[in-house]
C-alpha cells in the first residue's frame, strides 16, 4: 500500500468524523508521510487502526450512508408493519370464515332439521360405499332408512345402489345405521357420534370425531399421518377403523 | 539480582503489566508533550516525535498523532498551519493554549510529588 491509498484508505475510516476535524488529521498525516522516509503504513499500521486511534472517545457523526439506512430502514419498517398487519387481517377474517358454520357436534342444532329448506333425502336400507373426493362432509346417524343431506355444491351422487358420491361439495348428511366404507381423498370428515362400525380409508385430508360421550374402539394404520388424541375401548360397541395415509385423525373441536 | 530481573521479565509479558504500562505512559507522554512545546513554544508532529526519541522516550507514530488530536480537542493546545520559510508542504503547528500553559505546572508538580513520594516508598524500613 502506497502512502495515496493509506491516505485514502484513512479517509474511509474518519468517515464518521465533522469534515474539519477529518481534514486536519489527513493533511496532518498526509504532511509527515512526504517528511519521512518510510511508508505511512509501515510506520503508522494500518490505516484503520490509525483511524481507531482517532475515534476513541470521540463523538461520531452518521455517516451520510448511515443517514440513507436509517431513513430506508424506517420506511422498510413501516412496510414490514403493514405486511404483518396485513397478514393477521387475513388470518382473522380467514380464521372467521373458515370456521365451522356451527357446532357440528350438536346434534340438536336447528341448522339440522329436516324442516330448514335445502335438505333432501332418498331411501336406502343397503350398506353404503361413501366417497368423498375433494370435498367436506359433516355425517351423523338416524334410526331412518334414508340418505338426507343438505349440500352447498352438487348433491351427492349415486353411482350404484350401494354407493354414493360426494365431489367438490360441503355436505351435511344423515346416514342409516347400516355398514358404511369411506373413501376420501384430499377431504376433510367430521363423524359425529357414529352408531355403526366404520370403515375409513382416508388419503390427505382430516377425519374428526365428535364422540359426544361414546366409546369406540380405534384400530388405525397410518402412513406418514397423524392419529391423536382419541382413546380407543375395548369394550365399545362400534369400531372405527381407519386406513389413513398422510392424513389426520383427531377429535372434533368446534 | 538476577531472580528480579526474571520477575521482571515475567511481568513484562503478561497483559496486567502491559495495561498498567499503557495507562501510566499515557498520562507521563501527555506531560512530556506538553513539556516539549512549551520548550519549543512552537512544534509539529514529526519534530515532537524526533525530540520525544532523542530523550530516549520511543513513541510511535500511530500513538502521538491521535495524542495531539485529543489534546487540541481537550483544549490544552491550539493548532496553526504553517507553511516554512524556506517552502515545502504545510506543517501542523501546535503551542500550548492557555488552559495548557495553566495546567502544565500543575500537572509537573503533581507527577514530582508523586515521584517524591515513591522515592521516600523506597527508602521505606
Known amino acids: ?254 | 539480582m538476577h531472580s528480579i530481573m526474571c520477575m521482571i521479565f515475567l511481568m513484562d509479558t503478561t497483559a496486567n503489566y502491559q495495561k498498567w504500562s499503557a495507562q501510566l505512559r499515557k498520562g507521563y507522554l501527555e506531560l512530556c508533550v506538553l513539556v516539549v512545546i512549551r520548550q519549543k513554544q512552537s512544534s509539529y508532529g514529526l519534530e515532537v516525535l524526533q525530540t520525544l526519541e532523542e530523550s530516549g522516550l520511543a513513541v510511535n507514530e500511530g500513538t502521538l498523532y491521535p495524542l495531539l488530536n485529543r489534546m487540541f480537542k481537550n483544549n490544552w493546545l491550539s493548532s496553526e498551519w504553517v507553511t516554512p520559510s524556506e517552502g515545502g508542504h504545510p506543517r501542523r503547528h501546535y503551542q500550548l493554549s492557555e488552559e495548557g500553559l495553566s495546567l502544565l505546572p500543575q500537572m509537573l508538580e503533581t507527577f514530582q510529588q508523586n515521584q517524591l513520594s515513591l522515592d521516600q516508598l523506597k527508602e521505606l524500613k
Not at chain 1, 511508508?39 to 472517545?57: I, K, M, N, R
Not at chain 1, 387475513?90 to 324442516?115: M, Q
Open chain 1, 1 to 254: 500500500m502506497n502512502n495515496k491509498q493509506f491516505i485514502s484508505a484513512l479517509k474511509k475510516a474518519l468517515a464518521g468524523l465533522d469534515k474539519a476535524s477529518r481534514n486536519d488529521i489527513i493533511q496532518e498525516i498526509n504532511s509527515h508521510g512526504l517528511e519521512s522516509d518510510s511508508p505511512l503504513v509501515d510506520q503508522f499500521g494500518s490505516a484503520e487502526e490509525l483511524a481507531q486511534q482517532y475515534l476513541d472517545g470521540e463523538k461520531i457523526a452518521k455517516p451520510i450512508s448511515s443517514k440513507i439506512w436509517g431513513f430506508s430502514k424506517k420506511v422498510l419498517m413501516g412496510i414490514g408493519v403493514a405486511v404483518v398487519s396485513l397478514v393477521a387481517l387475513i388470518g382473522i377474517l380467514s380464521y372467521t370464515y373458515a370456521k365451522d358454520k356451527f357446532d357440528y357436534a350438536n346434534e340438536n342444532a336447528d341448522e339440522l332439521s329436516a324442516n330448514n329448506s335445502g335438505w333432501k333425502s332418498e331411501a336406502w336400507s343397503a350398506d353404503i360405499n361413501l366417497d368423498i373426493d375433494q370435498a367436506s362432509a359433516v355425517i351423523y346417524w338416524h334410526d331412518d332408512n334414508s340418505v338426507r343431506w343438505n349440500c352447498e355444491g352438487d348433491d351427492p351422487e349415486k353411482q350404484s345402489d350401494s354407493s354414493l358420491l360426494i365431489r367438490h361439495s360441503h355436505c351435511l348428511m344423515y346416514l342409516p345405521k347400516t355398514t358404511i366404507n369411506l373413501n376420501a381423498i384430499q377431504s376433510q370428515i367430521v363423524l359425529v357420534r357414529p352408531q355403526v362400525s366404520i370403515v375409513v380409508n382416508a388419503r390427505q385430508g382430516s377425519v374428526k370425531v365428535a364422540e359426544n360421550g361414546e366409546q369406540y374402539i380405534y384400530r388405525v394404520e397410518g402412513d406418514r399421518s397423524a392419529f391423536k388424541g382419541l382413546e380407543s375401548y375395548d369394550e365399545a360397541e362400534h369400531t372405527l377403523q381407519f386406513t389413513i395415509k398422510e392424513s389426520m385423525v383427531a377429535p372434533y373441536k368446534y
